[in-house]
């Protein structure tokens, strides 16, 4: 069925996630122990990073959870900070990230506008983090709607805000695709009647998305030569 429209998860699918958050956590967990080398160990533990590598392991609910999940597992070893207080550190803090695009945003996404397509961004980050981040890309007026984990539809798996955008972007489920690095972007879209295209620029391997995508493609600069096909 043709797609009219393409909604993205952001870390990991637009912007290459490894490249981006690993140095950024390795910050944060400075940071936020103070110096309490016991506490970050900790807080490493429970967000599954390693510090020897500085670098997520794949299994790590920062992968796919959201902005508030972080929080409240950090926040038992975080004395100064409650959990929406340091909901919104990490919100800030991720606004202000070093980013690495996974591919020249602008260009690929003039194409896909171009075409006819309407273009959305879905992430479990922050809303705030994710408009930050989209406009020093220079990308945030490609897109027709732009939603966090705090943005009042759900967080993924959950279909509701993929089906938000598609009331948004008068689009129907069945000719929209999700696009994203990640089984939880995979299972929402598969949840809310879409199309699912799996990117390898996250932490998910390609034999883990295969079964529940409809393609997977090394990066979602191969989308227009997939619409194409």
């Given at each position: 069925?043709?797609?009219?429209?393409?909604?993205?998860?952001?870390?990991?699918?637009?912007?290459?996630?490894?490249?981006?958050?690993?140095?950024?956590?390795?910050?944060?967990?400075?940071?936020?122990s103070q110096g309490d080398e016991a506490a970050k160990q900790a807080m490493a533990e429970?967000?599954?990073?390693?510090?020897?590598?500085?670098?997520?392991?794949?299994?790590?609910?920062?992968?796919?959870?959201?902005?508030?999940?972080?929080?409240?597992?950090?926040?038992?070893?975080?004395?100064?900070?409650?959990?929406?207080?340091?909901?919104?550190?990490?919100?800030?803090?991720?606004?202000?990230?070093?980013?690495?695009?996974?591919?020249?945003?602008?260009?690929?996404?003039?194409?896909?506008?171009?075409?006819?397509?309407?273009?959305?961004?879905?992430?479990?980050?922050?809303?705030?983090?994710?408009?930050?981040?989209?406009?020093?890309?220079?990308?945030?007026?490609?897109?027709?709607?732009?939603?966090?984990?705090?943005?009042?539809?759900?967080a993924k798996p959950d279909p509701d805000p993929l089906l938000a955008f598609c009331k948004?972007?008068?689009?129907?489920?069945?000719?929209?695709?999700?696009?994203?690095?990640?089984?939880?972007?995979?299972?929402?879209?598969?949840?809310?009647?879409?199309?699912?295209?799996?990117?390898?620029?996250?932490?998910?391997?390609?034999?883990?998305?295969?079964?529940?995508?409809?393609?997977?493609?090394?990066?979602?600069?191969?989308?227009?030569?997939?619409?194409?096909?």
């Open positions: 069925m043709p797609v009219d429209a393409f909604l993205f998860d952001k870390d990991g699918t637009l912007f290459d996630f490894a490249a981006t958050w690993n140095g950024w956590a390795a910050r944060i967990l400075e940071t936020l429970v967000i599954s990073y390693d510090l020897e590598r500085e670098a997520f392991n794949p299994d790590s609910l920062v992968i796919a959870g959201s902005n508030d999940e972080v929080a409240e597992v950090l926040a038992p070893f975080v004395a100064d900070m409650g959990v929406s207080e340091l909901a919104a550190f990490l919100a800030q803090s991720a606004a202000e990230a070093e980013l690495a695009p996974a591919v020249p945003l602008a260009d690929f996404l003039d194409g896909l506008l171009a075409r006819g397509k309407v273009l959305g961004v879905m992430t479990n980050d922050a809303e705030v983090s994710a408009k930050s981040q989209l406009q020093r890309a220079g990308v945030l007026d490609r897109f027709a709607f732009v939603a966090g984990c705090d943005s009042g539809h759900g948004t972007a008068g689009v129907a489920p069945g000719r929209t695709a999700m696009v994203g690095d990640s089984l939880h972007d995979l299972e929402a879209g598969a949840a809310a009647g879409m199309q699912r295209i799996g990117v390898l620029t996250g932490m998910a391997l390609r034999e883990e998305l295969a079964p529940h995508a409809d393609v997977v493609l090394p990066d979602i600069g191969h989308i227009p030569a997939w619409i194409d096909s």
